[in-house]
Every structure is written in C-alpha cells, then in structure tokens.
C-alpha cells in the first residue's frame, strides 16, 4: 500500500538557473518532499538545471514541447495544471507569476506567488505592467513576501491575503569557520546593474593599496563580467581579482574568507548575504533599495552598513574587519544568530501552514 500524499505543489519557473530565488525553491522542496508531499519543479523556457534537486523531488521540461514564448508557456502550464487539478502552484518570478494565475483561470488549481525583490523594479517602472501584476495578484490564492516592506508596497487587498515569510537557510550550509581564514575578501550575486559590482571593485582597490596580499572573488555570471574584468585592470587590481563564475560549492569558498561584501543598489532578502552571516562570515553591506540587508544586520554588531556607492566607508569597513581580529570575531559570533532563525524547518513550517492550511507556522 502506498503512502497517502499530504499535498503535490507544482513550483513553476522559466529556466532553474542560479539566482536566490530558484535556490531557496530547492530548499523548499527539501522540505516538503521530507514532509510527505509531492513536489514537482516545472521549467517551462529554457532547460537549465544549475542546482541539485533532492530525491523524491520530480522534474518536468515542458519547453521542449512546443513553442517556449509567453503563450507556448502558459499553455503548458494550463496542460498540466488540467492533469493534476488537486496540486497548488507556485512561481516567484514576476513575469512568470502573470503567466501562472492566467494559465490556471477557470481550474480549481489555487496558485501561490512570492515577491522575491523590490515590487517596484519587476517590470523596470512600467506602472501599466505593475497595474496588470496588483490585479492579477488579487486573483491569487496567495502572496508570500519576503519582507514588510515588500508587503506594504502593494494595495491593501493583496496585503490581507499575503504573508511574511524569510528564505529559509539550507541544512547543507558549511558549519562556521574556526580555524584561519583565507587571505580573501568574497561577494557573490549576478553580474547585473543591481548587484553594483563596481563598488566593491573600488573599495577593494583602496583596501589592496594597504593589504596588497588580498585577493577578491567574485561569485556569478551575467552580461556585464567584461566590463567589470576591464574595471578591475584599469583600478590596477586585475591580477588580484578572481571571476569565479557560477559554483555550487560557493559557500564553501565563502565560508572560510575574511569578509563577505554584498553592494547591491536594491534588494529582496539577499540570500548570499544572510548565508554568510550564518556562517559567521563578518559582512559588510549596502543600505540599498528594499532594505532587505537592514532587515538583519545592526551595524556595527553582527555586521556593517554603508551608503550605496560610499567606496571610502565600504573600504573603511573591510580594513577595520581585516585590521582587528577581535572586532571580527564580535561581529562573526552575532551573525551566526541568523542559523537558528532561519533553519528551513522553522521556515519551512510556516509555508506548509500557509499553503496547506497546517499548524505550527506561526511566525519566526
């Protein structure tokens, strides 16, 4: 006799490439799968696979069947949805939330939607978008936020149907680091705009005119890696910088390093950097659009906060963690709180409760 499925979520997403979003469903698929539910990740634009899905964790490309455009999309979604009418949907991604409530209109399938950045810039400032996004998100079962502020940005009938809930860590992440720590200064995040590279470009170009042996290693890939290779020569720290690329063993790297950066011009809840803190990686920060890192870090006791674009004070901040070894360790020991905080259980709880209607997800 087979074992009674407590629920199937369908998670949605164009392509499961290596952002935050896409790694904190893996994390949540963990969970369910380890809980009793049938959890399914439908990509349905591109097939790339950057994480490890858990076992008990089921994939299915549907891009390959037909056309991959917005239509071809949806109707893929709809085909499915029709095949298992009792599952609840899931997507993060703004464009692909639209396309999911709209696939599912008439079905008895309820979708799920999470507001993963700053609502502000899911459609680049097309308010005629954003209207569309609000009314189609009225329609939702559901809206999980990351963050207050994410919630308080959207019309009060979205608010009274949406939930708070943080990303959950992964129990996989690398236990805190207690022997010597490499020479090196890391960061991690998409080579985009947002993420605002260049800054911590130049604040590590004035730090490597004190400390000369320090390396930078910069975790992602995106459009913008030739430019930021020509930034760091013309700094004159070319050698001195390392372009990792995309790595599952990231954390790895990170965990052992003197200092995390994250530099960001906005902001969800930036998982690399309360990873680091968990890590008890001292991490220096950017005050940025969202206020995603602001929502966990107290400057100046589990970590440091400075002003976008602020090279001195980001500098300043680094040279004071690499300079003081006992400032450091202060620092390190506070932001390990965030571990039991965010444990996936504690979080995974609360979206099984808000999902499926279970008890013992009542807040962090």
């Not at 960061?187 to 605002?196: A, D, F, H, M």
């Not at 808000?354 to 008890?359: A, K, L, N």
């Amino acid at each position: 006799m087979s074992a009674v499925i407590a629920g199937h979520i369908i998670f949605v997403d164009p392509y499961m490439a290596g952002g935050g979003a896409q790694r904190v469903a893996v994390e949540l698929s963990r969970y369910f799968v380890q809980h009793g539910y049938r959890f399914t990740v439908c990509i349905t634009k591109e097939n790339r696979l950057a994480y490890d899905l858990s076992e008990g964790v089921e994939l299915v490309l549907t891009c390959y069947e037909g056309r991959n455009d917005a239509a071809g999309q949806a109707f893929a979604i709809r085909r499915i949805a029709k095949r298992f009418p009792e599952a609840k949907f899931l997507s993060f991604m703004p464009n692909q939330n639209l396309m999911t409530i709209a696939a599912c209109v008439g079905l008895p399938n309820d979708v799920y939607v999470s507001v993963r950045n700053v609502p502000s810039e899911d459609f680049n400032g097309n308010r005629a978008l954003e209207l569309v996004r609000n009314r189609a998100y009225g329609r939702a079962a559901g809206v999980i936020f990351q963050l207050q502020s994410q919630k308080a940005a959207f019309p009060r009938n979205i608010q009274d149907k949406g939930k708070v809930i943080p990303n959950p860590l992964s129990p996989l992440l690398p236990e805190v680091c207690h022997g010597v720590r490499r020479n090196v200064i890391t960061t991690s995040g998409r080579l985009v705009e947002q993420k605002n590279h260049e800054m911590t470009l130049r604040a590590f170009a004035l730090v490597h005119k004190v400390h000369p042996s320090l390396r930078l290693e910069i975790f992602g890939t995106g459009p913008r890696e030739e430019k930021l290779k020509q930034l760091a020569e013309s700094l004159g720290i070319g050698g001195r910088v390392d372009f990792m690329g995309f790595s599952k063993r990231a954390v790895e790297a990170i965990c052992n390093s003197r200092a995390f950066v994250l530099s960001s011009r906005f902001e969800g809840m930036p998982n690399a950097l309360i990873e680091s803190m968990a890590m008890g990686v001292p991490s220096v920060a950017t005050r940025c659009g969202g206020g995603g890192a602001e929502e966990f870090i107290t400057d100046g006791v589990n970590g440091r906060l400075v002003e976008i674009d602020d090279d001195m004070a980001l500098a300043n901040a680094l040279l004071r963690i690499v300079d003081d070894e006992d400032y450091a360790n202060e620092l390190s020991r506070n932001a390990i709180k965030v571990r039991e905080l965010l444990s996936a259980d504690r979080v995974g709880r609360q979206w099984e409760s808000y999902i499926f209607g279970r008890p013992g997800g009542d807040g962090i």
